[in-house]
Every structure is written in structure tokens, then in C-alpha cells.
């Protein structure tokens, strides 16, 4: 015990190798004991309960075989134990987590066939609890979370599915039950989304809307219960946009965009509070993108403007934080094509000057890419703007890679014939092309 507790303080402290060598100075001890006591139920769980310190030391040390043998010394101890007293729940439900941590390492070892039957075999001690007394079902819904994220990991999706429904068959009961415990609401919510994940897999995307919404009123409450739990109102931010992603596939686009919305508004709640976390940061340039992609699919161009600016905005930061990293650096590149997109489709809806606008915005935070000022002449030349428009068309005339390899002369001269077809013609496109030729 002495051995024990100095190892418990000496592990708080983050001193590993010192607590990793009083345990097995416990050990070695415990070992002698139970070898002399061998009835002795008492010293035999001392005994495991050494086993299971030094194996979560090794596996915080990242010595999963070590830790793996630890683990198998102190399951056999466990079975002998509660092989001696069937009727002792205290050594089965023990018996059952020994079995999730053998199961637990085979996994991180490669090892899945004989994780399972380690998961399997601490589900069958627990279905025989729960039968006993329901209040170990809780127990009982772990068991089958473990199974199926294996069957996840092995792609075997149905019985996935199948294991956690029993899962979440479980967690409802409890829930129904009265189950108020926000760590098990929490983990009824996380049922509800895998559930819901694997049928969009299959493909049935009206029984997984069901399953992401029952969630997602799990999550409203956890939010609404503790309005400063960060890790709740995230959860909840995911809900929405797997509920909305579902809405979508059933063209439900205007239910779709307000859940995205209301996904938003969580996310911008959760940036506020902690401007420095770039997953959330960036999670929210995402939405903003999405609901500007779906605006665009409506007609709502001035709306996708404004989502895709707001992105714009958090992309350019990202980017500026660190000019050295590739992905934020493509994201932003990203939302200024977004925007760049917008723009002919502004024009093509004769909407001009909010087509200057967005291409007046890119150009401002990338002011050397020359492709951005063929869609400011653009929208310069059907404004009405002609000398603005013929100067730009001029100065680039000799620039050649400006996009996929292409010169200036022969992007802006599909773009002319591209807007002929659209049915919009100016007089300064007669003008430059006959200019273009000439240069040649």
C-alpha cells in the first residue's frame, strides 16, 4: 500500500519512471502474498489492482507490450476470482474491464481478431449484470461502443450498426429512466451521431436525419444547461451541420440553411471565447462557405457574397498567423476563388456593381494576382466605367501563365465569347479583341 500511494503522488506530479518503479517495488511485494495466500481474495485483488498501475504507466509510456502482459496477468487473477465467486458483481463488473483493457491494447497492436473476442467476452460478463441487476446496464452500453467501433475500424459496417443500436438501445432506456448525468446525455448524443453516420453510408439518409436530430436535442439541452461548457456547445455545432448536410440530401435546402446558420451562430459564440483555437476557426470558415455555396445554388448572390466574405476574412487571418503552413494557405486561396466564381455569376445576373464589389474585395487581399483584375475590367466595363476597363485589359496584354498555364490574351478572350453566349456584348469587347490580334 505504502509502495502504492507514493506512486500515485509521484505519477500527479508527472514523475512516470519514479512511479512506474514504486509500483513494481508494490508488485513484487503483492506477488510474494498472494503466492502464500493463494485463497486469500483480499490480497489476490491487491495483487491485480498492481497489475492494472504498472500496465497504465506503461501505456502512458507508450510500452503497449509490457503493458499488454501487466494487463494479461492481472485479467487471469480477475477470472480466478470471480471464477470463485460467481455471484460477486463487485469481481465480475472488475473481470469485464480487464477484459476492455487486454481488448483495448490488442487494438493499438494491430490485433482485432483477438481484440474482439476480449471485447466480446467482457460484454457476455456484463449482459449477464445487467440480467441480474439493470443498473448495470451503463456498463453494458461501453461493451457495445467498443464492438462496434471495431467493426467500424474492420469496415464491416452492418455489424457496426447493429452493435450500436444495442448501444444506444441501452443509453434511451437509461435516459427514459430519468438518467440526468450529463456525461452519459453526452454519450447518448455521441450514439445518436454514429448510428446516423453509418446509415448515410448506406445510404438511407432519412433514418440518419432522424438519428442526427435526436441528437441534436440532446445537445440543445447540454448547451442550454451549461451555457460555458465549451466541449457541449462544439458537439452541438457538429449536430447542426450533420443535420443540415441530411437536409440537404433530402432537398430541404431552406431547413438545411438554418441549421448551418444556427450551426454558425454556436461557432461564432466558441471563437469569441477562444479566438486562438484554429480548428474552430477554421471549422467556422467552413460553414461560412457551405451556407455561401448554397446560397449561390438559390440565386441568393448578394446573401453568398456576405457568407463568403465573412470566410474570406477568417481565411486571410489563418493565413497570416502562420504564412508558413500549406493548408491554411490553400484555404485561403479557396475563398478568394469562391468569391472570384461569384463574381461572373453576378455579372450573368446583371447585377454589376455588387459584382465590382467582389472583386474589388479579393483584389484587396491579394493585390498581385493579375487574374483578379480581369474580373474587376469585368464588371468596370458593364458599369458604364470604359476607361477604367480598357486601361486594366491593356496593361496585362503581355502577361502569360497568369491561370493554368494561359495568358492574359486568351483567358480574357474565352471570357469575352463566354459572355457572348450568356447573351452580354459591350462595344469594348469588339475593341480589345481587335487590339489582342494586333498585339499578336
Not at 460553414?287 to 453568398?304: F, H, P, R, T, W
Amino acid at each position: 500500500m505504502s509502495y502504492n500511494k507514493i506512486g500515485d503522488l509521484q505519477a500527479a506530479q508527472g514523475q512516470l519512471t519514479e512511479a512506474l518503479r514504486s509500483y513494481r517495488d508494490g508488485l513484487t511485494v503483492t506477488e510474494q502474498l498472494a503466492k502464500t495466500g493463494p485463497t486469500n481474495a483480499a490480497w489476490q485483488r491487491d495483487l491485480l489492482v498492481s497489475y492494472d498501475k504498472v500496465g497504465d504507466l506503461l501505456v502512458a509510456e507508450g510500452n503497449t507490450d509490457e503493458a499488454l502482459r501487466s494487463y494479461r496477468d492481472g485479467l487471469a487473477v480477475r477470472e480466478q476470482l470471480a471464477k470463485a465467486d460467481p455471484t460477486n458483481a463487485a469481481w465480475q463488473r472488475d473481470l469485464s474491464v480487464s477484459y476492455d483493457k487486454v481488448g483495448d491494447l490488442l487494438v493499438a497492436e494491430g490485433n482485432t481478431d483477438e481484440a474482439l473476442r476480449s471485447y466480446r467476452d467482457g460484454l457476455a460478463v456484463r449482459e449477464q449484470l445487467a440480467r441480474a441487476d439493470p443498473t448495470n446496464e451503463r456498463d453494458l452500453s461501453v461493451s457495445y461502443d467498443k464492438i462496434g467501433n471495431l467493426m467500424v475500424a474492420e469496415g464491416n459496417a452492418s455489424e457496426a450498426l447493429r452493435s450500436y443500436r444495442a448501444g444506444l438501445a441501452v443509453k434511451e432506456q437509461l435516459s427514459r429512466a430519468g438518467s440526468t448525468n450529463a456525461a452519459w446525455q453526452h454519450s447518448l448524443s455521441v450514439s445518436y451521431d454514429r448510428v446516423g453516420d453509418l446509415l448515410v453510408a448506406e445510404g438511407n439518409a432519412s433514418e440518419a436525419l432522424r438519428s442526427y436530430r435526436a441528437g441534436l436535442a440532446v445537445r440543445e439541452q447540454l448547451a442550454k444547461a451549461d451555457p460555458t461548457n465549451p466541449s457541449w456547445h462544439h458537439d452541438l455545432w457538429v449536430s447542426y451541420n450533420k443535420t443540415g448536410e441530411m437536409l440537404v440530401a433530402q432537398d430541404k435546402v431552406d431547413e438545411a440553411l438554418k441549421s448551418f446558420r444556427d450551426g454558425v451562430a454556436v461557432g461564432k459564440q466558441l471563437v469569441k471565447i477562444d479566438p486562438t483555437n484554429t480548428r474552430w476557426r477554421r471549422d467556422l470558415w467552413a460553414s461560412y462557405n457551405k451556407i455561401g455555396e448554397m446560397l449561390v445554388a438559390q440565386g441568393k448572390l448578394d446573401e453568398a457574397l456576405n457568407s463568403y466574405r465573412d470566410g474570406l476574412a477568417i481565411a486571410e487571418r489563418l493565413a497570416a498567423d502562420d504564412p508558413t503552413d500549406a493548408e491554411r494557405w490553400r484555404n485561403f486561396q479557396f475563398s478568394i476563388g469562391r468569391i472570384g466564381d461569384l463574381t461572373i455569376s453576378l455579372v450573368l445576373a446583371r447585377d454589376f456593381a455588387m459584382a465590382l464589389e467582389a472583386a474589388d474585395l479579393i483584389h484587396s487581399v491579394s493585390p498581385d494576382t493579375v487574374l483578379l483584375q480581369m474580373y474587376r475590367a469585368r464588371a468596370l466595363m458593364f458599369l458604364g466605367r470604359v476607361e477604367e476597363a480598357r486601361t486594366l485589359y491593356a496593361r496585362y496584354q503581355r502577361e502569360k501563365n497568369v491561370q493554368n498555364w494561359k495568358p492574359w490574351v486568351a483567358l480574357v478572350l474565352e471570357d469575352f465569347a463566354a459572355l457572348r453566349k450568356a447573351g452580354l456584348a459591350h462595344p469594348l469587347m469588339d475593341e480589345i479583341e481587335k487590339r489582342f490580334r494586333v498585339g499578336r
